[in-house]
C-alpha cells in the first residue's frame, strides 16, 4: 500500500471513530437526534460533543509524543511517561484535588499544567549537555520523584472520599468533560503539537547517530528544547483534562511504522492519526461494557498496553539474541 492511501485510509479511520465516539454508550444517540430539542440532543451537545473532541485531541497529541520521542532517543519502548511530564502533571492534579483546588474554576488544569511546566525546567536542568542519554534519566528521575510524592499525598489524604477522588481521577477517563474543558486544553495541545512537527528533518538526521546529524548542520539542544516543550504543553494539557491514560504513544507508532517505514519524519502526522483513532475506539468500548458504571480508559489502555509491552519485549530480546 502507498504512503497517500494508508494516509487516507487513516483519515477515513478517524472519522469513522469519531461518530462513532458521538453515538456510542448506554443509549446510543444516532444523527437524526443531534439537533433535537430534547434529552438526546441535551446529551450530545453537553457530552458526547466535548468527549469525542477530547479524545480526538488527546489521542493524537500522545500519537504524536510517542513518535518523536522514540525517535529522538532511538528507543521503541520510549513513549510520553518517559520524560517524567505525565507524572509531575498528575502530581499538581493530585495536590489540587487534596488541597480543595479543583473546587475554584480550572484549579485542577491549572495546578495540573503548572506541575507539567516545572518538570519541563526540571528536565531541561538535569539533561543539558546530556544529549539522549541525561535526557532519559533525567525523565526516569523526575517520573519516580513524581510517582512517590502521589502516593505520599494519597496515603495522607484526610478521608477516604478525598483518597478515592484521587485515584479515580488518575486512572483517567473522557468521562462527563465539558465543552469548556476542550477550549481551555486545546490551545496547550495546539502549540505542543506544531512544536513537535518541526522535529521532523531533525529526527531523520539523528538516524545516522548524533555526530552524523551534527554534520548536517542541527542544533542538537534546540531540539531538545523543542521536545521537552512540545510534550510538556500538549501532554501536560492532556493529563490535566483527562488524567492518565498511558500506552498510546507506546503502540500506535509501531503499528504505523509496518505500513510507512522506520524515517522518523514519515509516521509523525500517520502516528497522530492513530492515536486519535486508538483512544476514540477505546473510549467508546469503554461505554459499552454492561453495567451500572463504565470502565475508566486509563485502565482500558493499561489492559491493552501491557500484553502489547511484553510481546515488544520478547520480539527485541529475541532480536538481540
Known sequence: MTSRFMTGLLLCLTLAAFLLSLMAGKVWIWPMSWAADNADGWIFLELRLPRALLGLCVGAVLGLSGAVLQGYLRNPLADPTVLG????????????????????????????????????????????????????????????????????VISIAPNPF???????????????????????????????????????????????????????????????????????????????????????????????????????????????????ILTLTADSLVRLIPGPGEMRLGIAMAVLGAPFFLLLLLRYRKGAA
Open 162 to 276: 478525598a483518597a478515592s477522588e484521587i485515584i479515580n481521577w488518575l486512572m483517567g477517563a473522557l468521562t462527563d468533560r465539558l465543552m469548556e474543558d476542550v477550549l481551555t486544553a486545546l490551545p496547550f495541545m495546539a502549540i505542543g503539537v506544531l512544536l513537535l512537527l518541526t522535529t521532523g528533518r531533525a529526527l531523520d538526521a539523528l538516524t545516522l547517530g548524533e555526530n552524523g546529524a551534527k554534520s548536517l548542520g542541527i542544533d542538537l539542544f534546540r531540539l531538545q528544547w523543542l521536545i521537552v516543550l512540545g510534550v510538556g504543553l500538549s501532554v501536560g494539557a492532556s493529563v490535566a483534562v483527562s488524567g492518565v491514560v498511558g500506552f498510546v504513544g507506546l503502540i500506535v507508532p509501531h503499528l504505523i511504522r509496518s505500513f510507512y517505514g522506520e524515517q522518523p519524519s514519515r509516521i509523525l502526522v500517520p502516528s497522530a492519526l492513530g492515536g486519535a
Open 85 to 152: 511530564v505525565s507524572a509531575s502533571a498528575a502530581l499538581g492534579g493530585v495536590l489540587a484535588i487534596f488541597l480543595g483546588i479543583n473546587l475554584v474554576p480550572f484549579g485542577l488544569f491549572g495546578c495540573a499544567m503548572i506541575g507539567a511546566g516545572a518538570s519541563i525546567l526540571l528536565l531541561l536542568a538535569i539533561g543539558r549537555g546530556g544529549g539522549p542519554i541525561g535526557f532519559i534519566l533525567g525523565g526516569m528521575v523526575l517520573s519516580t520523584l513524581a510517582g512517590a510524592l502521589t502516593a505520599f
